[in-house]
T-cell receptor
Framework: AQSVTQLDSHVSVSEGTPVLLRCNYS??????LFWYVQHPNKGLQLLLK??????LVKGINGFEAEFKKSETSFHLTKPSAHMSDAAEYFC??????????FGKGTKLSVIP | DTEVTQTPKHLVMGMTNKKSLKCEQH?????MYWYKQKAKKPPELMFV???????INESVPSRFSPECPNSSLLNLHLHALQPEDSALYLC??????????????FGPGTRLLVL
């Protein structure tokens, strides 16, 4: 069975500084991994998806994630945080037909 | 276009009411999902329809009744709910793919308050 662990429940950065949201996965097979973002009182928006085609995945709004098999990690990064990036971020694994395994989420705060 | 729409945006209902949530997508996706999300928690899967047939029911109480009238529409009928059912209800859809690789696209959700 697959599981994902988000290592930080809350991350706070200053506007214009880099963002790093950490996610580790455990899987007995090659996983599908996703990052979703959820702004307050909104649905989940897909940021990016990894499916083994390339280890560095570029997403929307300047986000990217690197799949590192040796470290079982799939961390999300952005070079420069914007105020609009403040939201909840979920690392998610494909867990079988139609099923997703969600991490517990990381709340990103951006300080002006 | 990757849009899933949900109505209503907000719903307040009493414990004896009957109401329905509606979800619609026109992306040709053949799998549709209902999730429940409590505050500060990740979404929890409730139901999955695949090709208009109920594929997964995650032991959801019978006061929640899903319906998939056609490939574009998904309803969730609510009856005799409890205050603890208050939550954000999210709909999602995906096209068929390899198991575990389907990309799910989420709607904006319906915020439900049960009094």
């Amino acid at each position: 069975a697959q599981s994902v662990t988000q290592l930080d429940s809350h991350v706070s950065v200053s506007e214009g500084t880099p963002v790093l949201l950490r996610c580790n996965y455990s899987s007995s097979y090659s996983p599908s991994l996703f990052w979703y973002v959820q702004h307050p009182n909104k649905g989940l928006q897909l940021l990016l998806k990894y499916t083994s085609a390339a280890t560095l995945v570029k997403g929307i709004n300047g986000f990217e994630a690197e799949f590192k098999k040796s470290e079982t990690s799939f961390h999300l990064t952005k070079p420069s945080a914007h105020m609009s990036d403040a939201a909840e971020y979920f690392c998610v694994g494909g867990a079988g037909s139609y099923q997703l395994t969600f991490g517990k989420g990381t709340k990103l705060s951006v300080i002006p | 276009d990757t849009e899933v729409t949900q109505t209503p945006k907000h719903l307040v209902m009493g414990m004896t009411n009957k109401k329905s949530l509606k979800c619609e997508q026109h992306m040709g996706h053949r799998a549709m999902y209902w999730y429940k999300q409590k505050a500060k928690k990740p979404p929890e899967l409730m139901f999955v329809y695949s090709y208009e047939k109920l594929s997964i029911n995650e032991s959801v109480p019978s006061r929640f009744s899903p319906e998939c009238p056609n490939s574009s529409l998904l309803n969730l009928h609510l009856h005799a709910l409890q205050p603890e059912d208050s939550a954000l209800y999210l709909c999602a859809s995906s096209r068929p793919g390899l198991a575990g690789q389907e990309t799910q696209y989420f709607g904006p959700g319906t915020r439900l308050l049960v009094l």
